[in-house]
């Protein structure tokens, strides 16, 4: 039986590419720092994870954590699927550096003479910057030069860590949009609470709510997680998984609507970025000053720029890793159906 150690287990992505290890009939540790949840729980009652203690931040963690991992599975680890890290839009620069950098050096640092297959990497499709794209494939395209933000420049230097220090069999990297599916703690309720308060929908810039907002259904990148750990051509690449819908900012915002706040007409306004400007430069720059896993409140700098480039890029690489794993992506309907019908999201 195959093996694999998910950091990250307790979070958003993580809970979903264990249970999508799970049925494909792996072998599942699942790494947990400060929290476990119920689901993590019920699995590891059940006798099909493993729970194992550590810190990802620290090589001492990651070192015995693994090494506890290996005695439970003398064999080897197939896979370390690496989902732990701070994803968000606001917090000091040493909390980046710690989670989505020095994470991945001391994880390719312990892979070094410890039998560990591929280490999957889960990045953002953040890296290639904020701006105005036309389709290009997410493989195709170049890292983003110069990024003031450290989410993605932290991602972007663990990236080139692995590719420097580890052989191409023996990595691949994920690169998601905006995450988004049941159980979503941050990213729709962030704009759910935005339009609950607010008597318009209100987009920033030219593109007037037109612009691509980039979604990933997260069981789509669960299976190309677990895609990446088991296929052999996947090593050394970099899959950005995004769906297959164009959804446009607005779009997602009424859709949204619909589910959440059912019965309220919404008219779309937009602002100058400027503005939007104005009002998120101070956001971000108080909730980086008090380390806010979230800013305070909406919109912060970095999403006015989010909400106001074309994230339209391809996914052409994510869809020929789900053909060669004989999969379908999961649709934005059924997912949309997914939300409507968990009493959990209706009650964000």
């Not at 307790?10 to 929290?35: C, D, K, M, Q, S």
């Not at 710690?98 to 999957?120: C, K, T």
């Not at 420049?153 to 988004?180: G, M, N, Q």
């Not at 962030?190 to 609950?196: A, K, Y």
Request: net charge positive.
């Amino acid at each position: 039986m195959k093996a694999v150690l998910v950091t990250g287990a307790a979070g958003f992505i993580g809970r979903y590419a264990v249970e999508e290890f799970v049925a494909a009939g792996w072998e599942v540790f699942a790494l947990v720092h400060r929290t476990r949840t119920p689901e993590l729980a019920a699995l590891a009652e059940r006798g099909v994870v493993t729970l194992v203690d550590g810190d990802v931040t620290r090589y001492e963690s990651v070192a015995s954590a693994v090494d506890r991992t290996l005695a439970r599975h003398p064999g080897g680890l197939d896979a370390v699927a690496h989902c732990a890290g701070r994803a968000s839009d606001v917090g000091r620069e040493g909390e980046f550096r710690r989670a989505n950098y020095e994470s991945v050096v001391h994880l390719a640092r312990v892979m070094q003479g410890r039998p560990v297959g591929r280490l999957v990497f889960v990045s953002t499709s953040d890296v290639y910057g904020l701006r105005d794209f036309s389709g290009e494939d997410g493989e195709d395209l170049p890292l983003a030069a110069a990024t003031r933000h450290p989410y993605p420049r932290h991602k972007i230097a663990a990236e080139r860590h692995l590719r420097a220090s580890l052989e191409p069999d023996r990595f691949a990297i994920v690169r998601p949009a905006a995450v988004w599916g049941v159980g979503d703690r941050t990213f729709a309720p962030r704009i759910v609470s935005f339009l609950r308060m607010s008597p318009w929908i209100i987009h920033f810039g030219p593109w007037r709510g037109a612009n691509r907002w980039p979604l990933a259904h997260v069981r789509n990148v669960a299976k190309a997680i677990r895609l990446c750990a088991e296929i052999p051509a996947a090593g050394g690449r970099a899959i950005t998984v995004l769906d297959d819908e164009r959804t446009t900012v607005d779009e997602w915002y009424r859709m949204l609507c619909a589910i959440h706040l059912p019965g309220k007409a919404r008219r779309s306004v937009t602002l100058p970025r400027w503005a939007g400007t104005l009002v998120g430069a101070p956001v971000a720059a108080l909730s980086d000053f008090l380390n806010l896993d979230h800013p305070f409140m909406d919109p912060s700098l970095y999403a006015v720029r989010t909400v106001s480039s074309n994230l339209d890029f391809g996914n052409r690489a994510f869809r020929e890793l789900l053909a060669a794993g004989g999969l379908r992506p999961v649709t934005r309907e059924e997912g949309l159906a997914e939300l409507r019908e968990s009493a959990w999201d209706r009650a964000l």
